[in-house]
């Protein structure tokens, strides 16, 4: 009799498991069918409910070489190794390489848009492999990645930081851990978005600042700051400039897209 209640009792949570299990299978079926997953650029269904439907996967342009050896700009035919594009030369920034994974077309927006707006979290994966992807040069060496910070008011309101879910995306992928904290945003700034660059300088000049007691996480490390978008690169040339203060010894940025004009010249 004992052992037949105690073979009773150690079959009954693989049971219970396997319940739990199939009526999981069951749930995410029915749900599949009520609302089916749909493309996050066009909203078109999607066959089997990852990534991007085929005509938005068409249209996605990633950025490949040639491009700038500085700012990542692509260039439209290949100029040699190491040639820098004419901003780079003209106003180089405080951060030594920037990275992005694909341009800013309608398609980049549309992700962009549904993951910082509509709590699109589970883009994160996806955009964090394809950044990963794009900067492996620079996580390759590299000790730390920092997000982008978020004003505690604005944190708050969105509920998450976008470059903080990208970061840690990516480090998950490339190993390299996140310094979450590691640069504070001090000052609430209005959004960046129809500024001119000068006004966008103007806008986050003083922004960010790297608190005394972070100093020690900082000094010596070789970081790679993490956003979304890279439009003029003033929020992330005044956030590397925090950093290096700090003592950082290095300063990479990588985004998951960046603003290219139409028509790019080399030099």
């Not at 549904?114 to 492996?136: E, I, N, V």
């Amino acid at each position: 009799m004992n052992d037949m209640v105690s073979t009773s009792e150690v079959e009954t949570p693989p049971r219970r498991a396997r319940f739990r299990s199939g009526l999981r299978g069951a749930l995410r079926l029915a749900l599949d069918v009520a609302l089916p997953p749909l493309c996050p650029s066009c909203r078109e269904p999607l066959g089997d409910g990852v990534g991007l439907c085929a005509g938005c996967w068409s249209k996605l342009s990633f950025i490949e070489k040639p491009y700038c050896a500085r700012l990542g700009i692509p260039f439209t035919y290949d100029p040699g190794p190491g040639l820098l594009s004419m901003e780079a030369i003209a106003s180089p920034p405080a951060y030594d390489r920037a990275r992005a994974a694909v341009r800013y077309d309608e398609v980049a927006r549309a992700l962009v848009i549904g993951f910082k707006f509509s709590d699109r979290l589970d883009l994160a994966p996806m955009m964090g492999r394809w950044m990963a992807r794009a900067g492996r040069e620079l996580t390759a060496g590299a000790d730390a990645l920092v997000p982008v910070p978020l004003h505690w008011r604005r944190l708050w309101a969105r509920r998450f930081n976008q470059a903080a879910a990208l970061a840690g995306a990516i480090s998950d992928i490339s190993g390299v851990p996140v310094l979450h904290g590691g640069i504070r945003r001090v000052r609430a700034t209005p959004q960046q978005v129809g500024l001119s660059k000068p006004a966008r300088a103007d806008n986050v000049q003083g922004a960010f600042r790297v608190l005394p007691e972070q100093k020690a996480r900082i000094a010596g490390k070789r970081l790679v700051l993490i956003d979304d978008v890279l439009t003029s690169g003033t929020t992330v040339d005044t956030c590397a400039r925090a950093l290096l203060r700090a003592g950082a010894a290095h300063v990479d940025v990588l985004v998951f897209a960046r603003v290219v004009a139409p028509l790019r010249s080399t030099i």
